[in-house]
């Protein structure tokens, strides 16, 4: 038996689970980039009108870190600047999803224990894994080159800038498969790879920012940084190409030769063992959800804190960003509900950012029916715990992640525009309290998968993300769609007050708060009248 | 002495699947009781009833004198659950698992009596619950259930994944519970444990008991394997109560049920006994004659 046997049927399994999650990768990212070229092309049709975005652009250092340096003013360049890099992490969460869920995940779980019984070689699973992942990239790449010449680019840099896109996310994925060799656990194998990526994200944002020689020269030892060297629209400079294909190579054989030195299910990095006693933390339910839960939160704060900052310090001189454009203006007044440029582009930040804890929220929430499908809960039900206070362990935590999420988010933005704008203690309090505002809100969202969870258990997961999604999608392009003032109205985030510089008003905020108790008792209610499992 | 478990015409349906069609139980305090049938026969939805994880359509059901379904949480501080399908948090090592389900019961000293059941086992608590295999995960949680102090025990099928050894002291371990007064209820397709530890078994087809009572009793319904070398051959064709009867010259084998007994014997006597193995019906036998029977019947479902 060759180590490559039933390669064909593995992979064929790998598709026929992951091809809708990869589609909508794909199509996400294609839409983001093409829709951003087609957009600056209607917002700034001639070069002196992208001369002055170019200008404030290529010399904000936060839009610098946060998306990268700036080749040149033509659409392509600016589409490249805005959406180049983002476009190949894009691709490379899509690679590291789809090799980690095919290798290590199915490992972990005995799914491949089972496969591997058949004839099925050794190194057959991490090849099907890959040749997804190359596939997944592949299709990225004609399509955002389709997407690209559709809006008007030229097909050289539009090549250039899909398959820079494209050879990150393959070399990601091969990180992820060297990642999945060495951790026995599927969650440890996605943090090695993720953290790998947000790592790359970090070299080349220091070096795009960095004035001195020494620093620039990071954006070589990042694969992210290797997608803006490559130089789409801006005299393309295709061997750049070469540097993510030979780390995959690279990588990849890395893999391929600890995956034939390990024993099936064990990981090259030593399983540290656990106590032998549990901790007095580990006292009931709660500290059991605490437990489960805290490593998850502590990601999600570290993010919030990351993005909010830098998405604060962004705010200073925003109005010479958008520069004259009055789109792009209607665009920040809208979400953010408010004429004054800077307190509409904080207001619509701090929206964002109530939208991503409402999902937050929903995940942790939603955790109580993951732990009812996959058996966990049973043994806990089978305690003198009681359904109620099982369910409230995980609604307790969804409730105060989010309110301690809102908080550090609120600090950071107020912190990194404030330090920018010099006036750190008023900024710091108006976006806490901004940011806080949208607490109500985001939990009210959180609410109907609580109710949900108690009322239609099957469908809690569905609708509940659905309800997040359209929100999310709402609030963003709610206008833009025509969707009638009514549907707005059901969504909570267009009852919260646009702050900063809106009206403070605490009628929204005590009806949201009242709706999220009522979904949540009337869920928690039907879930004590229900069957488990 | 009171009952543990009571359980009369209970019904459940997932649905258009019936999986409990009426099912009646008793299991008496301080008994061990085993509750044999299939798989789908609908052992597992019994148990999850009685823990008030399922509400019951129809039928009377009281656990330890109180209704499982309203009384769960107070029911539950004086049972302890062995899942047929062990599922544990990955990140959590045996040990804090076994504690937590103690603390979880209200019994904080269920950590302290599960290190000398670790031993026994052979379990290492330090490991993390993502590196235990099916029968070490299975382990951890006999482990805490049997450390715990409850007066109940509900196991479902509690030796999958055991190996021979571990099957042993979990049988010691059954043993020593029943001495010490605790009730279990077993549920197990494995009859020669049920034959090993029961005091009474009850057994489960198609979501009804087809059958309850102490092996004792169960074999008087049952038919006695005799396998006889004679002298003569003996006249047995046609005897009410023989069955499967093979005769070879003067060698004879045949099914007989308790109530032929004497006879057969007395017609095996006159013939001339050489040589003569009587053999009471394993559990495999009663086990047989209700599947062989019920699989004519409609399908079994869980």
């Not at chain 1, 939160?297 to 998405?311: D, H, R, V």
């Not at chain 1, 800077?342 to 619509?348: D, E, G, I, K, S």
Request: charged fraction near 15%.
């Amino acid at each position: 038996m060759t180590g490559l046997a039933s390669t064909g049927p593995l992979t064929r399994l790998a598709l026929r689970r992951d091809w809708f999650m990869m589609l909508a990768w794909v199509l996400v990212t294609t839409a983001g980039v093409a829709g951003v070229a087609y957009w600056l092309g209607q917002l700034y049709p001639t070069a002196a009108k992208r001369d002055v975005l170019a200008s404030a652009a290529g010399t904000n250092p936060a839009l610098v870190f946060l998306y990268s340096k700036l080749y040149g003013d033509s659409i392509g360049a600016l589409t490249a600047w805005r959406y180049g890099v983002w476009a190949a992490i894009f691709a490379a969460l899509m690679s590291i999803f789809v090799v980690i869920r095919n290798t290590r995940a199915d490992e972990e779980a005995g799914r491949l224990e089972l496969v591997g019984s058949a004839a099925v070689g050794r190194h057959a699973p991490l090849t099907a894994a890959l040749a997804v992942a190359v596939a997944g990239n592949a299709l990225l790449a004609m399509l955002v080159t389709a997407g690209l010449v559709l809006a008007g680019q030229p097909a050289g840099g539009s090549a250039a800038l899909a398959l820079a896109a494209a050879a990150a996310g393959v070399a990601f994925g091969c990180v992820a498969a060297l990642a999945a060799q060495m951790a026995a656990g599927a969650r440890t194998a996605r943090g090695i790879a993720l953290g790998a990526l947000g790592a790359a994200y970090l070299l080349r944002a220091v070096a795009d920012t960095a004035s001195t020689a020494p620093l620039t020269w990071l954006t070589w030892l990042s694969p992210l940084g290797w997608t803006e060297q490559v130089r789409p629209f801006a005299g393309q400079r295709w061997w750049a190409l070469a540097l993510p294909a030979a780390v995959a190579a690279a990588l990849g054989a890395a893999a391929y030769l600890a995956a034939a030195r390990r024993d099936h299910g064990a990981g090259l990095l030593p399983d540290r063992p656990g106590r032998a006693q549990a901790s007095a933390l580990l006292r009931g339910v709660f500290g059991l959800a605490w437990r489960l839960e805290l490593t998850g939160l502590a990601g999600w704060i570290a993010g919030f804190l990351f993005m909010g900052a830098i998405f604060g310090a962004a705010g200073k001189g925003i109005g010479s960003v958008l520069g004259s454009s009055s789109l792009l203006r209607n665009e920040f007044t809208r979400i953010g509900g408010q004429t004054a440029i800077t307190n509409a582009y904080l207001a619509a930040v701090v929206m964002l950012t109530g939208l991503i804890a409402a999902a937050y929220a929903t995940s942790v929430a939603l955790r109580l029916r993951t732990e009812e499908t996959t058996g966990l809960a049973e043994p806990v039900l089978a305690t003198a715990a009681g359904r109620l206070r099982w369910a409230l362990s995980r609604v307790t935590i969804a409730v105060t992640g989010t309110a301690v999420l809102l908080t550090g988010a609120g600090l950071a933005i107020g912190l990194g525009y404030g330090l920018r704008a010099g006036n750190a203690g008023g900024a710091v309090t108006a976006m806490l309290g901004a940011a806080l505002a949208q607490l109500p809100a985001a939990l009210a969202v959180a609410g109907v998968a609580v109710l949900l969870f108690g009322v239609l258990p099957r469908a809690c997961v569905g609708i509940g993300w659905a309800a997040v999604a359209a929100t999310l999608l709402m609030k963003v392009f709610g206008e833009l769609l025509r969707i009638p003032q009514w549907a707005m109205d059901i969504s909570p985030f267009t009852h919260v007050p646009r702050l900063p510089g809106g009206a403070v008003s605490a009628a929204p905020e005590v009806w949201l708060s009242l709706a999220a108790v009522t979904l949540a008792a009337v869920g928690l209610g039907a879930l004590r009248l229900r069957d488990i499992g | 002495m009171s009952n543990a478990i009571e359980i009369q015409g209970l019904r459940k349906a997932f649905g258009s699947t019936v999986a409990l069609d009426g099912l009646d139980l008793t299991v008496r305090a301080g008994e061990v009781h085993a509750f044999l049938g299939p798989n789908g026969a609908g052992k597992t939805t019994t148990l999850r009833v009685l823990l008030g994880l399922l509400r019951a359509d129809a039928g009377q059901v009281r656990l330890l004198g109180g209704d499982p379904w309203r009384d769960a949480t107070r029911l539950h501080r004086r049972l302890a659950y062995v899942p047929g399908d062990v599922t544990l948090w990955p990140g959590l090592s045996g040990g804090e698992i076994i504690a937590l389900m103690g603390r979880l019961r209200g019994d904080p000293q269920t950590a302290r009596r599960a290190a000398a059941l670790c031993e026994r086992f052979q379990l290492d608590p330090a490991k993390k619950a993502r590196a235990y295999s099916k029968g070490n995960r299975q382990k951890v949680a006999l482990v805490a259930a049997l450390a715990s102090d409850a007066e109940l025990l509900l196991l479902d099928e509690p030796t999958a994944g055991l190996d021979p050894l571990m099957e042993a002291v979990f049988r010691d371990c059954v043993q020593e519970e029943r001495q010490a007064g605790r009730t279990i209820l077993l549920s197990s397709h494995i009859l020669a444990e049920a034959e090993a530890l029961a005091d009474r078994v009850s057994i489960i087809r198609a979501g009804r008991c087809a059958e309850t009572g102490t092996l004792t009793e169960l074999r008087h319904l049952a038919r006695t394997s005799v396998t006889a070398d004679l002298d003569h051959p003996a006249r047995l064709a046609g005897v009410p109560g023989v069955h499967d009867l093979h005769q070879n010259g003067t060698r004879v084998t045949c099914q007989v049920d308790s109530t032929a007994l004497t006879e057969v014997l007395a017609r095996l006597a006159a013939a001339g006994i050489r040589a003569i193995a009587c053999q009471p019906p394993t559990l495999e036998e009663l086990f047989l004659r209700h599947y062989t029977t019920g699989s004519r019947e409609t399908a079994v479902v869980r």
